[in-house]
């Protein structure tokens, strides 16, 4: 006689409660394979747990959000926003797109130029500019984005003993009324900061004023903030033009545009409540448009997208280690992925699918993660089906942040696998090691014996 | 181990405690495990039979068995010794 599939035993307690008008989520149906690949046989080969990266998604996101813009306005610009996802595999793949590259630090600036970035497509924003990436930035013709009055002032010093004049945009805060207001980074509109700078900018005739920047927020979920900020910007581009007769070769509306994921506490997954790009896109354009720009006069449209371009073509796959029941009765899973590979976990319910076939029962757990940590939670409330020891888990949506604020905290940071367009599976980051740890570590002599 | 008299449990994993009124779903393997202690099994007779019957093998079922057992005593579904 043939044997049963067997199941963990479970038992549920049926609670009358009020029904959730908007339904259950039916969030775990089983995925077993990425872009055509089996799931099993990708951790199989690189180890438990993985990132995925779907190049197809990449290009198709890419691509649909470039037309989305162009079809609006005529002359649109991406620069993908490294800090967002900086492997190389992804970088080069918005470059061969056509996205040029915005970075905030050195290091990244050095990514870009290393990855074959012409300098003077290369947006330099951050607080923390030092005179030598200054001096390397008007070297290379690099767009540089002052953001307080400090390096206003540094930047005209610098440039007065070059013989090259920098590309320069000011960062620009402002009330698009919506809280709270992102005022930390650049000059405030409302109360005159921003007009101040531009007129030092344009009475010292050191800098070239090209460009005027803003980044409203992060994860923004209206639109029509956008537009006030367009509005704004193309106010001051106007009134630059009428004083001081300059056109202003491009605004940069920054990033912030939300991806699928889900925010903590939201009634509706992200799928069904996040804004489409052509949204973010129309309401934008709009307001430029709207503006009272002469048409030849229109400046570039720049655009800083990141997460919402690269978050669903990353996955993060990963194996059950334990489950466990809580002195509560609640079920908790064990994985063998943590907080120190999700930072986004503390802010999205991330969805999670299970990666083999399972039966219609399911349970609601807890999934930690397997620092020994207390914060290591993944999901502090999931409904899954009964998994055990070595079942496969999908996240997704983890394209952005994840990797580049990954940590080694107690666990290593795991292998990345990028999967073609003809389904080919590429190592592009490999595991790392105690040697990956201990790079760059320096033990004195004297510290190198002991007896215990 | 005594799982209660009078609970009822339907063919379909439905489980009814008239007692608290409280009712309670359970997975295939769930509702034999429950029958085998009904049954008056011991532990050693429900592993036997999940094995003869199911493909797992015995360490998996004895921690799940204990588990359960556990939850059974959450749901005050065990008469008191």
Redesign the interface.
């Known amino acids: 006689m043939d044997?049963?599939?067997?199941?963990?035993?479970?038992?549920?307690?049926?609670n009358n409660g009020v029904m959730n008008k908007f339904g259950t989520r039916n969030e775990y149906a089983a995925l077993t394979h990425i872009e055509g690949v089996p799931v099993k046989s990708l951790l199989q080969e690189y180890g438990s747990p993985l990132f995925v990266i779907s190049e197809r998604k990449i290009r198709e996101n890419y691509r649909n959000a470039k037309r989305i813009f162009e079809t609006r306005y005529p002359k649109v610009q991406f620069a993908w926003s490294y800090k967002t996802n900086y492997l190389n595999a992804v970088c080069n793949t918005f470059h061969q797109e056509g996205s040029w590259a915005e970075v905030v630090s050195r290091f990244e600036y050095e990514k870009a130029i290393k990855n074959g970035v012409p300098g003077d497509k290369i947006l330099f924003n951050g607080p923390d500019k030092t005179d030598s990436d200054l001096r390397l930035s008007i070297k290379n013709n690099s767009p540089i984005h002052i953001d307080h009055l400090d390096e206003l002032y540094r930047l005209t010093e610098i440039a007065t003993g070059m013989d090259k004049k920098p590309r320069v945009a000011i960062r620009v805060n402002m009330d698009t009324g919506i809280y709270p207001m992102w005022d930390r980074f650049g000059f405030n509109y409302e109360n005159g900061q921003a007009w101040d700078a531009i007129n030092k900018i344009m009475a010292s005739g050191k800098l070239n004023l090209v460009g005027l920047h803003c980044h409203i927020g992060t994860f923004m979920l209206t639109p029509s903030a956008y537009g006030v900020a367009a509005s704004k910007l193309s106010e001051l581009a106007l009134s630059i033009k009428h004083q001081y007769n300059k056109d202003i070769t491009y605004l940069d509306l920054g990033g912030g545009f939300a991806s699928k994921n889900t925010l903590k506490g939201s009634l509706l997954p992200g799928s069904d409540s996040v804004p489409e790009i052509y949204e973010y896109a129309e309401a934008i354009t709009t307001a430029i448009l709207n503006a009272g720009f002469q048409p030849d006069d229109l400046p570039y449209l720049y655009l800083e997208t990141g997460r919402a371009l690269v978050d669903d073509a990353g996955f993060l796959l990963g194996s059950v280690i334990s489950?466990k029941?809580l002195s509560d009765?609640r079920r908790a899973t064990i994985m063998d992925f943590g907080v120190n590979i999700m930072f986004t976990s503390f802010w999205y319910d991330h969805k999670i699918s299970p990666a083999q076939e399972f039966?219609q029962?399911t349970e609601d757990t807890i999934l930690y993660g397997p620092l020994c940590m207390n914060i290591d939670v993944v999901r502090e409330n999931i409904t899954l089906p009964?998994l055990?020891p070595g079942d496969q888990v999908v996240v997704h949506h983890m394209g952005a942040y994840n990797i580049s604020q990954s940590m080694q905290f107690i666990s290593l940071r795991p292998a990345i696998v990028m999967i073609d367009n003809d389904k080919k599976v590429h190592l592009i980051k490999a595991a790392e090691t105690l040697e990956t740890l201990e790079k760059g570590e320096v033990l004195p002599e004297y510290l190198k014996e002991f007896n215990i | 181990m005594n799982i209660k008299k009078n609970i009822a449990i339907s063919d379909s994993g439905f489980l009814f405690n008239p007692s608290t009124g409280d009712s309670y779903t359970l997975n295939p393997v769930g509702q034999e495990i429950l029958k085998l202690l009904k049954d008056g099994n011991n532990d050693e007779g429900v592993i036997e039979y999940i094995l003869k019957n199911y493909m797992t093998d015995k360490d998996a079922v004895e921690k799940d068995l204990y588990d359960f057992k556990n939850m059974l005593k959450n749901f005050k579904l065990i008469e008191d010794e």
């Open positions: 044997k049963k599939q067997y199941e963990r035993p479970i038992i549920k307690s049926l489950n029941r009765g039966g029962h009964p055990k």
